[in-house]
């Protein structure tokens, strides 16, 4: 099946420094690269959606300064977090939609920041 | 806008039963597609099943089946047989379109199935 991989899968960060989550489908390509935001115990909410080769389009209030997304190819999405503040501590979830028809999207496993 | 309740925020069931977690949404859009993942402590999220608006029968996917009411907009899971390894949290979600982007999650339901 498609698997999505995310990298890291933890890191912790201190205040006021960049971090970046890569977000690679690993045996399909991904035209479509979703970045979702989990804190503990609520549902995910969809941060931004990237296509490849082009910006990103980033969900009512959601900083696109901050949170920069870049897909520059079809299997590899990243996430960089800038000036992280310990606010931004949580679960970063990726996910990709395959090219073509495809009602399905696949999750990878998840990256937890912690920013102290 | 596209909405999706979970009025469950925990459940228990006792092991080798079925349990039902509920879910109902809202939207306006004709097509759409409703999912149901599972998401364990680990944090990934486990694709279970799918229902497509204008699918005539209910999905199913071992033992996993989707009671999809269309005119009650609910669309619940129901999880035979239950496992101790089914203790997880569940969460409904609502994709616009057939084959469109836009991802709706619901709040979740935390699943504990008791030996």
């Known amino acids: 099946g498609a698997v999505v991989s995310q990298h890291p899968s933890r890191v912790i960060c201190k205040s006021g420094t960049s971090v970046k989550i890569e977000c690679r489908s690993l045996?399909?390509?991904?035209?479509?690269m979703f970045w979702y935001r989990q804190f503990p115990k609520q549902s995910l909410m969809l941060m931004a959606t990237?296509?490849?080769?082009?910006?990103?389009?980033?969900e009512q209030g959601v900083e696109k300064d901050k949170f920069l997304i870049n897909h520059a190819s079809l299997t590899l999405s990243t996430l960089t977090v800038t000036s992280a503040h310990p606010e931004d501590s949580s679960f970063y979830i990726c996910?990709?939609?395959?090219?073509?028809?495809?009602?399905?999207?696949?999750f990878g496993p998840g990256t937890r920041l912690t920013v102290t | 806008a596209q909405k999706i309740t979970q009025t469950q925020p925990g459940m228990f069931v006792q092991e080798k039963e079925a349990v039902t977690l509920d879910c109902t949404y809202d939207?306006?859009?004709?097509?759409?597609?409703l999912f149901w993942y599972k998401q364990p402590s680990s944090g990934e999220m486990i694709f279970l099943i799918y229902?497509?608006?204008?699918?005539?029968q209910n999905a199913t996917e071992g033992r996993y089946s989707l009671n999809f009411q269309k005119a009650r907009k609910s669309a619940n899971l129901v999880i035979s047989a239950s496992q101790l390894g089914d203790s997880a949290m569940y969460f409904c979600?609502?994709?616009?379109?057939?084959?469109?982007?836009?991802?709706?999650f619901g709040p979740g339901t935390r699943l504990s199935v008791l030996p």
């Open positions: 996910s990709a939609r395959a090219s073509g028809f495809s009602y399905e999207q696949y």
């Open positions: 939207t306006s859009d004709p097509s759409y597609g």
């Open positions: 229902q497509g608006s204008y699918d005539q």
């Open positions: 990237s296509n490849e080769g082009s910006k990103a389009t980033y």
């Open positions: 045996d399909f390509q991904a035209t479509t």
């Open positions: 979600a609502m994709r616009r379109g057939n084959y469109g982007q836009n991802f709706v």
